[in-house]
């Protein structure tokens, strides 16, 4: 009602304008709910979404709904579980996750009643047969008989519980039945999502952030973990770890530019230097100027201090002309005066001062990768090749830069990737990394599409890997080419020389060379080959 005495039409409409915030899949689960008040119940599925939508999970002060109990409950089984982490930034997910949860809440409330009824049945049984066994052990029999006959069948009278004990059975009957609730919500959240989130947690570890491209699809990341390849792709993923000079090498190419993205925030430098400051300060000072204090008699020319004898001369006919020469000579008795002013004094001072200055940030250039794919490059370098090829990936998504492939063997025989930062691009990189190399060696036709793409203004500040056992001839024409290339358009050609070859023909192409032999120790004789290669 109105202050009016009227209706009020907008009373209702502000009292539930909570629901125009509620996701239109949760609408429906919410609103029939049986646990809690509406508003409660709108508002604290409204406090569940936005926390895992940031990734966290909701303080339990001040939520709304569920009941407190319950409450702890979610929130031990998910971060068990990790999902608050896996939510982040996923609208779907955080509302599939919370229809179940609201669907689980509720099919458990109304199986309660049913639980605690037939929970109490069984403690009242429990009981009568707690008394019985007493009375039977004490030797004691009731006045009344326990049982009597009609019409042929045997009826039995039933003990009479007091209020006490029933109230006490009721109570215990309930918390049986909320713990009961509780399992069932509990079961219902594994069983639901705890292997999901072992695929997703399987498809992060290792593809880092690049698996935020799968989504969080639940067909396509059990897909792709039952894929023929997924076994060796985990298996250079931990390679990785036990190799962090390729991944500092990886890290490391493209050359830095000013980044043109407007959302990349400058970066705030700190310059320590000189820096010289004057301060100005009031002092006071002896001044004869400030005549605020007598300390005496002396001899001056100044006739407003002049002693009183002084000034008889003056009035005399013929010492009249003895005070002038007096005032002349400034010899003439005075009172000495002299007191205290403020004076401004400025000073200079010199100290190293440190100022904050905002430069723009600076990114890296994209990354060109000639992979070499010949038959010499079977076994362990093909796989520290592949590994290299999933770090250049990595390092490419994480920091939204560009990343090619040209995976190269014999003559004329090329296959391009574009790792680009789409779901296709993953796929083309699952490929590679499951497929077999051989054939021969033939490095200038992807030397020579590699420089030609630097044309382009969006590579034109790429650096290039070449990644290979060494075992080729090196043209003169690609020789030259590379030359002019790094003449030109500045091109810094890294090389990865694997295994213990000669380096000849790889530092012919490349500056620095980058050797890696010391494959038995970096692996411990732990890595081999997969099954069926």
Request: glycine fraction near 8%; aromatic fraction near 6%; include cysteine.
């Amino acid at each position: 009602m109105s202050e009016a005495g009227g209706f009020d039409a907008g009373a209702l409409e502000r009292r539930y304008e909570l629901l125009d915030r509620l996701p239109d899949s949760l609408f429906h689960a919410a609103a029939v709910h049986l646990h809690g008040t509406l508003r409660d119940r709108v508002a604290g599925v409204l406090q569940w979404h936005d926390a895992l939508m940031r990734g966290s999970l909701p303080s339990l002060d001040g939520l709304q709904w569920p009941d407190r109990p319950t409450a702890e409950l979610l929130q031990q089984e998910l971060s068990s579980l990790r999902l608050p982490h896996f939510c982040q930034g996923e609208a779907s997910l955080v509302e599939a996750l919370l229809l179940d949860i609201l669907e689980a809440s509720s099919a458990g409330a109304l199986k309660r009643p049913e639980w605690e009824a037939s929970r109490l049945r069984e403690l009242m049984e429990q009981e009568r047969q707690r008394r019985q066994k007493t009375r039977a052990d004490s030797g004691s029999s009731a006045d009344e008989p326990t049982s009597f006959k009609a019409k042929g069948r045997k009826i039995v009278l039933e003990d009479a519980l007091d209020a006490a004990t029933l109230a006490a059975l009721h109570s215990e009957a309930a918390r049986w039945a909320k713990l009961e609730e509780q399992s069932a919500l509990r079961e219902r959240i594994q069983t639901a999502w705890q292997e999901r989130v072992r695929s997703w947690a399987l498809l992060e570890e290792v593809f880092g952030e690049l698996a935020m491209l799968l989504g969080r699809g639940w067909d396509l990341g059990r897909g792709l973990l039952r894929s023929r390849g997924w076994l060796e792709t985990a298996r250079l993923r931990e390679l990785l770890e036990r190799l962090p000079a390729l991944k500092r090498l990886i890290q490391a190419l493209g050359r830095m530019r000013t980044s043109e993205d407007p959302s990349v925030p400058p970066v705030m430098e700190t310059i320590v230097g000189p820096m010289r400051r004057v301060h100005e300060e009031r002092r006071e000072v002896q001044s004869p100027f400030a005549r605020s204090e007598t300390r005496g008699v002396e001899r001056s020319g100044d006739v407003q201090r002049m002693l009183p004898p002084e000034a008889v001369l003056l009035g005399h006919p013929t010492l009249r002309l003895l005070w002038h020469a007096r005032r002349a000579e400034r010899t003439l008795l005075t009172y000495k005066v002299e007191g205290t002013e403020l004076e401004l004094v400025q000073s200079e001072t010199e100290a190293d001062e440190a100022r904050q200055r905002a430069s723009p940030a600076m990114t890296r250039g994209p990354i060109l990768v000639c992979m070499d794919t010949s038959g010499s490059m079977e076994g362990t370098p093909e796989t520290v090749a592949k590994a290299l090829v999933l770090e250049a990936a990595r390092v490419a998504f994480a920091e939204k830069r560009a990343c090619y492939l040209y995976a190269f063997s014999g003559p004329g025989d090329v296959v391009e990737h574009e790792l680009s930062l789409t779901e296709s691009g993953l796929a083309r990189l699952m490929a590679f990394l499951t497929q077999s190399f051989g054939g021969g060696t033939d490095v200038q036709v992807p030397l020579e599409r590699a420089v030609a793409r630097l044309e382009s203004e969006a590579w034109s500040r790429a650096d290039l890997l070449l990644v290979s056992d060494g075992e080729f001839a090196v043209p003169e024409a690609t020789r030259n080419l590379m030359a002019q290339a790094a003449a030109r358009k500045g091109l810094r050609a890294h090389g990865v020389l694997i295994g213990a070859g000669p380096g000849d023909a790889m530092a012919a192409l490349c500056s620095p060379v980058h050797r890696f032999n010391d494959w038995g120790r970096l692996l411990d004789g732990s890595w081999e080959k997969p099954p069926g290669r």
